[in-house]
């Protein structure tokens, strides 16, 4: 008995969603460039503070179907590299209570997994606690040449060399 209730206190440790929401924008000079991907999962491990983001890169859905074959397949080379991850930590766990309504500032440390390279990141954030569900979202910017995506030399000077991602997730679920 002891043994089931420890198992079922640790497993309501982490939260999770498999419907999270990334979106980029890049300013251009011919026509901005926005995409979002209503497909991201995520978890989050309370206890720990760990947090873990996995995207399918092609799930990003853009206005215009001509865009997103390029973003799939000159840019992000999606089937070479179908996804991007994210593993890192919230590094100030202590101030986000999950078990009070409130909104709490956090920063997360990690590394992001993007076009087979993974480059160490700090990001700004907040999770929101609203009736015992928590809502994380955070916006950082990234630069393409630090993940080595190429922009064509045609449309070179009208791609954005940096992206702001805007992430919010809704945690729904428990493990």
Known sequence: MVYMLAGTHAAAQKIYTKNGSISFFSKSLLEDIAARNNEVMSVINQQTGDLQFSVLIKSFR?????????????????????????????????????????????TVNGDLTLHGVTNKLTTKGNILIKNGVANAQSTFNITLADYKINIPAVVKNNISKVIAITIDCLYTQKI
């Open 62 to 106: 853009f206005k215009k179907s001509l865009m997103e074959e390029h973003f799939n397949e000159n840019y992000m080379e999606s089937d070479k590299y179908p996804k991007a991850i994210f593993k890192g930590v919230i590094a100030d766990l202590s101030k986000v209570n999950f078990n009070a309504d409130g909104s709490y500032p956090i």
